[in-house]
């Protein structure tokens, strides 16, 4: 059974829709990739299934329960987390503060999973009484990516991890997130450096216009002439 | 010896009376700007009738005999605080909570808590009058004197026992609130809110959770300030409304969001309008003897009369909004 399904989501800011029917699905075994052109409706996607905005058609199943416009406090205690694309971290907290605000909705004791966040970004252990703000770009993308898997989540959603980093912490953030998939955590991921990306996804979707445009594995999605054309910059030999 | 003296009691006292008054007001303004985004303009209304709710206590408690060894305006704060929190999270509920929900802007809501402010007003002189009202007609507000003869003055430092309270309970409250702030989940997420709204919601923070606790906190303060100030002058109905606009000035100057920032905001506009209404011809008296003959000091030296006090709190506005227009603690500019 499919850990997230999104079936024909049609969703939008109010105004005309963004998302025109859009099929994704997941399991918990996989790291899904979702790329695509600027404005594609790529980041609508997930923040449709996280409940931060109105769908209008269509239905969003989570680990087998209908989650269609909950609201995101009710979705991370269900084993939903979300990193967004920008403002991930809160910048006038330390970074164990921001790791502290990912377990909120936790009643048991978080510390284990702080220190294994802490062996997963050795990085942020040093710098676990800094304030965020005061990191480097890469550094507050593990605190982001930190602070979601502080509530132990099923499913992590995470919007573009790699923008603007250098390729070393890319790498870096990839490795990690097929470490994390490893442990049994669903990823669903936008990527603009979408080559590396699709090479260690399981499954890969392509949108287009709100619309999904190519869906296989990362593996035909990279093979495919038509996709490597027009979103991978070209066909690598 | 008896100017420095003279000088303590004027500007070191009262400068950190008002300060301590300003810096409680300011706090719960920056703490429900922080986390609603507005300016909660019935602020000063808030600590006026927090002030009332502990007058009535007082009254009660001496109908029914009781005499304590502290003020009974002090002797009752702890339930006055409690009843204003009460009233506060009421007020939000009836009049700010569905604006809210109706995705007002923060410009309705500020017009939202000056009707807020006009009813209040209202209520307090339908139920109590327009009259001045003292916490001491039943019992006498002790003055402590310290002699300072072993320095050859002849004045003594003179401070009233409810002052000694008010800087003591402040202390106390500012060491509380950081307490609070960096040691507890629920003050974490507060700040976590203040900082980014979305990615609290996001990381499943209970918002409507810290929007109480934020309305505890700051109308449990404002009782705290309301309070004091009634203790420290006397109690009539527009009390605080003739603050709200320096206590707005310090949670500006502190930064907005900033709770730090609003405590030395308080102090800093509170010790300002101290400094500028105080004649320091008093101070400088000495210098009489060394001027050259038929010369004298003017016998009122102040910067700014004492009716125009308000406009110190603006002018350290402007200059600081000027030189750090987000504040000194570098708040929030929306
Ligand atoms: N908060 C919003 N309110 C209204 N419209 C929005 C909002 N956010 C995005 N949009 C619109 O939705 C469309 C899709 O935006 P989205 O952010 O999903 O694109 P994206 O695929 O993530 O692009 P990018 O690669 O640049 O991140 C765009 O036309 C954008 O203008
Ligand atoms: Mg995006």
Redesign the interface.
Known sequence: MALVSLHDVTAGYGGAPILHGVNISIEASDVGVIVGPNGAGKSTALKSI?G?LKVSEGSIVFDGDDITNRS??S???KGLS?V?QE???????SVS?NL???A??RTDDFADTMTEVYDMFPDLKLKRHQRAGELSGGQRQMVAMG?ALM?RPKLLLLDEPSAGLSPRYMMEIFAQVARINQTGVGVLMVEQNARQALGFATKGFVLANGSNLFTGTGQDLLNDPDVAKSFLGGHQP | MNELIFFINKVLISGAILGSIYALGAVGVTLIFGILRFAHFAHGDMMTLGAFVSYILVTLLVAMGVTAPIPLGILVLPVAMAIAAVIALGIDKGFYAPLRARGSKPVVLLIASIGVTLMIQGLIRLFAGVGTRSFFDAEAKDIFRIDMSWLGATRDISITEPQIWMIGLTVVAVILLHIFLTGTRLGKAMRAMADNMDLALVSGINTALVVRVTWVIAGSLACLAGTMLALDVTLKPDLAFNIVLPIFAAAIVGGLGQSYGAIAGGYLVGFAETLAVFNWSAVLRPLNDVLPAGWSLPQNLALVPTEYKLTVAFVILVVVLLVRPTGIFRGAST
């Open positions: 996280f931060l995101p406090d979705l991370v205690p979300f967004p403002h991930n971290v809160f910048t006038s907290l503060e502290e605000m990912g909120f909705t602070r509530s």
